[in-house]
């Protein structure tokens, strides 16, 4: 794993033996000239595709200015050439990976000798695409002090409006092969620039300052803009092109990176090389760092349920139990009475059991549950009852030891639980009927839960409640994660998203049950909600809906509010609730309160429904 910060204790092990030099071999043009008179220049390097044409190659005397060194993480420094050739394909920069901590310093002129590589972030099987570098290096300081490579200025007008070219069929769908087009395609644009001295002038933030120090901009103010100041992920053509992930080239302890929520603006000039990482792909790893200009966002409300209204809500709270501190609870705790409004049904995700990740057979989340809705009255809010189904032991995957499972909180004061026969880790709940009305067999109880779809994944909980009189069916889950997926920025183009096809299997089994209960009472108030780990434009949510037995009902929001999520910079639908036909009038919110923000309770935001039974 080759990443400009510490991200973990194994990042300097690895660096050290994940040198990819063998993705394509060196032509026989590339070796003739690599032993030429004429000297080696990094434009030759880089070459007009992904790959160099001198892969495996060593090189002799390769001249440059140094434009940036990083002493920490993935150690070494970038040159680049001051007398550039005229095609714009081909980079006049280079990362040339020392391994130690360099002996050089921005502006010396030097010579480097060593062995061109493509180093693939995160391994040769993640898709990313490889980072031209010069490994095992000689340098020769020439000179110091030297005027760096006037900065590539990357802006509105310089990134193309289409993000990648179609991969070759040939090559498994790579674009690695593929004569680079930067007037015609964002990735290929940015690619011609990889290891260069680049600037931004004024961005906005579209992703808040992470624990790794970076935070995400967009230099294309207009492009797919969310309401509150992000960038919408709206349809897998809508990668949005101007995103860039800054970091700072200066270690921490020397320089504390900025704290900026999206919405802020970074000021004035960035400037530093353009890296490649597989933590969100091209990054502007910042020599001059702008000034991060505070925005106004604040955390959402919801409106409060009328006295008629049901309020039903789902919040994946992202790994609780009673190890974590305090403050964690008493944070959900406030987010679920203020910013939720006390919904009368709370579906929550990632629940652990009463120990946490201490992996030692426990599955009770009793503790966890009881610290979480004592917070809750402790803030003003309901005497929240629960109830949920104890998974098996390390069956439903998360954090190892955790058993993560989904839970209802219901207000009694408000909505009944309707009890029939609790149903355990392995027991299917089905449909009956009784009194002529549709009813569960198990409730709480699993939906399918030895259906393959869900090994060592998540089951989903179905509960029967009565509010007012009228029962409602609510379907908790929590999805399988996108984890494996390829990230926009892949050499597969369109990339492999590989976790889709157990998603959509899930979806199927979901989808079928609610088609049972539909069967049995076609009026039926059914709401499936959770973590879906899926878009709303995603095969997952249209196999939930097939046949018309469902509506996500985020759709009914502007597209510009269309979001729970942010990921490197793409606010995006992961969390949902999806109603039944009978259901046709309903006020929906995706409360904002969390993904926009560098300060976090969750990395999820929560999602309200409100409607008359």
């Known amino acids: 794993m080759r990443s400009s910060h510490p991200r973990s204790a194994a990042v300097a092990a690895l660096v050290a033996t994940a040198l990819a030099t063998g993705l394509l071999a060196g032509s026989a043009d590339a070796a003739e000239g690599a032993v030429s008179a ?53 980079s006049e920069g280079v ?25 693939v972030p995160g391994g040769l099987t993640s898709g990313n695409q490889s980072v031209t570098q010069i490994s095992k290096p000689t340098v020769t300081v020439v000179s110091s002090g030297n005027a760096l490579p006037e900065a590539t200025a990357i802006n509105e007008y310089s990134v193309p409006a289409e993000y990648a070219p ?3 069929p040939a090559a498994a769908g790579s674009i690695n092969g593929l004569t680079l087009e930067p007037s015609r395609y964002a990735l290929d644009y940015y690619e011609s620039l990889e290891g260069m001295n680049v600037k931004i002038g004024t961005s906005r933030v579209v992703g808040a300052t992470d624990p790794y120090s970076e935070l995400w901009v967009t230099v294309k103010g207009w492009e797919n803009t969310a309401k509150r100041g992000g960038t919408i992920y709206g349809s897998y053509e809508s990668q949005n092109t101007g995103r860039l992930q800054i970091q700072q080239l200066a270690p921490i302890a020397q320089q504390p990176f900025p704290v900026a929520n999206v919405g802020d603006r970074l000021t004035g000039t960035t400037e530093g090389p353009l890296d490649f990482n597989q933590f969100g792909g091209y990054t502007l790893v ?77 599955v009770s989340a009793e503790q966890t549950l009881a610290k979480f809705t004592a917070a809750i009255s402790a803030a003003g809010g309901p005497a929240y009852q629960w109830r949920t189904v104890n998974p098996e032991d390390k069956k439903d995957g998360g954090e190892p030891g955790g058993n993560i499972r989904q839970v209802f909180l219901f207000n009694p004061a408000r909505v009944s639980f309707t009890e029939r026969a609790p149903g355990d880790a392995v027991t299917a709940t089905g449909v009956t009927k009784v009194n002529g009305k549709a009813a569960l067999t198990h409730s709480p109880g699993r939906v399918d839960p030895a259906n393959p779809a869900w090994a060592d994944s998540r089951k989903p909980l179905a509960g029967e409640f009565v509010f007012r009189g009228k029962t409602v069916f609510v379907i908790a889950n929590h999805f399988g994660s996108k984890g494996g997926d390829e990230g926009l920025t892949s050499h597969h ?104 923000f560098s300060a976090q309770n969750s990395d999820h935001d929560p999602q309200v429904l409100r409607f008359r039974p």
Do not use: C, M
């Open 286 to 362: 910042a020599r001059t760092l702008g000034t991060v200009k505070a925005g106004t966002l604040a955390p959402e409300k919801t409106k409060p349920q009328a006295e008629q209204e049901l309020a039903v809500a789902t919040y994946n709270v992202e790994n609780l139990d009673p190890t974590d501190p305090q403050e964690k609870f008493d944070a959900l705790a406030k987010a679920v009475v203020e910013n939720l409004a006390s919904p009368d049904v709370l579906a929550l995700e990632e629940i652990q059991d009463d120990n946490g990740a201490k992996n030692d057979g426990t």
């Open 493 to 596: 183009q369109p990339p492999v998203r590989s976790s889709e096809a157990k998603r959509l299997q899930q979806a199927q089994a979901v989808n079928g049950f609610v088609k049972q209960i539909l069967a049995e009472d076609k009026n039926a108030n059914v709401l499936v909600l959770g973590d879906i780990n899926d878009f709303e434009f995603s095969a997952t949510t249209d196999a939930l809906a097939d046949g018309g037995a469902l509506y996500p009902a985020i759709k009914s929001l502007p597209k510009a509010e269309r979001y729970s999520y942010v990921y490197q910079g793409n606010a995006q639908v992961l969390d949902q609730i999806l109603t039944s036909p009978a259901i046709k009038k309903f006020t929906y919110d995706s409360v904002h309160i969390n993904a926009e």
């Open 166 to 168: 179609a991969g070759d």
């Open 95 to 119: 990362f040339v990976f020392t391994n130690s901590v360099p002996t050089v310093a921005t502006g010396d002129a030097v010579k480097v000798s060593g062995t061109v590589g493509e180093y």
């Open 38 to 90: 004429d000297p080696i220049r990094i434009h030759d390097i880089q070459g007009t595709t992904r790959i160099s044409p001198l892969n495996g190659k060593q090189v002799t005397d390769v001249a440059g200015i140094v434009t940036g060194v990083r002493t920490y993480g993935s150690r070494g420094f970038w040159i680049q050439d001051p007398d550039a050739d005229d095609n714009d394909a081909t």
